[in-house]
């Protein structure tokens, strides 16, 4: 099992629906979660942070993390085309001298 | 604003020349930065931890005598690709954690040895 795992889509949803993106870990004692985005030829950059279980708002942005499942979520409602890109799932995990772990990533593609 | 600049954004450069990659980070000191390396389509690999006025860790996998890193100073680390060849052609990142945990990350470079 990778230690961070996410489906690499590519995701097509209509311009004003609620994009739903996943990511599993295999650290069961990991505490710190992160999504990030990123466009074609540009680094990545921090979109939500989430270390409680439950769900945090940040605007259009909506992180869920269920430790006990050892997964977390983004919800982007509303999605733009501008919403169009790579969503990054990241983890510090325990194990690895807390280091930070990505996912391979989720393209999203946010159609007219 | 910015948290880290890094330069260049893109290198092309013929087999066996070297390349270096500089970070800064901008409005405080970081004695810690990050190398990471993206190849296309595929994840976030992290290479080294660099470290101010000591050497760095190298991730598993990764050379050290190929990838020299410097961070001579609390604001500068560098990266440098020695006699590159064309499967070190990457994305290669910087990153810094300024505060808590999060991770900001440098505008990256595009290596290309052709």
């Known amino acids: 099992q990778k230690e961070v795992e996410q489906n690499s889509g590519p995701l097509s949803v209509p311009e004003g629906a609620i994009a739903s993106l996943n990511c599993t870990y295999s650290?069961?004692?990991?505490?710190?979660f992160f999504w990030y985005r990123q466009y074609s030829g540009k680094s990545p950059e921090l979109i939500m942070s989430?270390?409680?279980?439950g769900d945090k708002e940040d605007g259009r942005f909506t992180a869920q993390l269920n430790k006990a499942s050892q997964y977390v979520s983004l919800l982007i409602r509303d999605s733009q085309p501008s919403d169009s890109a790579t969503y990054l799932c990241?983890?510090?995990?325990?194990?690895?001298?807390?280091?930070?772990?990505f996912g391979t990533g989720t393209q999203l593609k946010v159609e007219l | 604003g910015a948290v880290v600049s890094q330069h260049p954004s893109r290198v092309i450069c013929k087999s066996g020349t070297s390349v270096k990659i500089e970070c800064r980070s901008l409005?405080?000191?970081?004695?810690?930065m990050f190398w990471y390396r993206q190849f296309p389509k595929k994840s976030l690999m992290l290479m080294a931890t660099?470290?101010?006025?000591?050497?760095?860790?190298?991730e598993q996998g990764v050379e050290k005598d190929k990838f020299l890193i410097n961070h001579a100073s609390l604001t500068l680390s560098t990266l440098t690709v020695t006699s590159a060849h064309p499967e070190d052609s990457s994305f290669y990142i910087c990153?810094?954690?300024?505060?808590?945990?999060?991770?900001?990350f440098g505008s990256g470079t595009q290596l290309s040895v052709l």
């Open positions: 990153s810094v954690k300024p505060r808590n945990e999060k991770l900001f």
């Open positions: 650290d069961r004692v990991s505490q710190s």
């Open positions: 989430i270390y409680s279980n």
């Open positions: 990241a983890v510090i995990l325990t194990g690895g001298g807390n280091k930070l772990t």
């Open positions: 409005d405080f000191q970081a004695t810690t």
């Open positions: 660099s470290n101010e006025g000591s050497k760095a860790t190298y």
